[in-house]
T-cell receptor
């Protein structure tokens, strides 16, 4: 049951530029989370934003949530080569349903 | 730090073999999950467990079973491996009583079925 859908599927930028990834979803959510996955590894949690929050920051990461449009964006500022990875959004629905992950955005940061 | 470990990073098995993938977490988490990840398909939930001896089917349980005899350990079993089960398998755990909490992932097992 795919809920979140990231856009774009792939993104290539120069080091120092900002990277923006978007996530759209279909049903009401309890929270939305962003994860990073380096090639061939497990996912690492980056940030969680609750449905009653509109914006959240963590270091160079900024996440926004627009529940009226059912969308979220992840902004990575001043990107580095080490930010090269796939980024997934995951929606936390109501009740006890497990997180539903999107298919991810593949980010390449070129030095 | 939460640590989730998986028994193997790489595994090669033959068609028809019984395969066990083990996952252990060290943070006393209630919830554990098994996913498979394939190119272009993202993460798909196979099975999950919110308590010892409890299991729930995810989106793609066919061909798999699970076992959770102890809180810290969640095993994924392929009763008779097939080539279409070649994939990356990811285990995750989360605290609390809700499935929407933050998940902590293991490093993954890349399984090849010949």
């Amino acid at each position: 049951s795919q809920q979140g859908e990231e856009d774009p599927q792939a993104l290539s930028i120069q080091e120092g530029e900002n990277a923006t990834m978007n996530c759209s979803y279909k049903t009401s959510i309890n929270n939305l989370q962003w994860y990073r996955q380096n090639s061939g590894r497990g996912l690492v949690h980056l940030i969680l934003i609750r449905s009653n929050e509109r914006e959240k920051h963590s270091g160079r990461l900024r996440v926004t949530l627009d529940t009226s449009k059912k969308s979220s964006s992840l902004l990575i500022t001043a990107s580095r080569a080490a930010d090269t990875a796939s980024y997934f959004c995951a929606t936390g629905l109501s009740g006890n349903t497990p997180l539903v992950f999107g298919k991810g955005t593949r980010l390449s940061v070129i030095a | 730090d939460v640590k989730v470990t998986q028994s193997s990073r790489y595994l090669v098995k033959r068609t028809g073999e019984k395969v066990f993938l083990e996952c252990v977490q060290d943070m006393d988490h209630e919830n554990m999950f098994w996913y498979r990840q394939d190119p272009g398909l993202g993460l798909r939930l196979i099975y999950f467990s919110y308590d010892v001896k409890m299991k729930e089917k995810g989106d793609i349980p066919e061909g798999y079973s699970v076992s959770r005899e102890k809180k810290e350990r969640f095993s994924l079993i392929l009763e008779s491996a097939s080539t279409n089960q070649t994939s990356m398998y990811l285990c995750a755990s989360s605290a609390g009583g809700r499935g929407t909490d933050t998940q902590y992932f293991g490093p993954g097992t890349r399984l090849t079925v010949l």
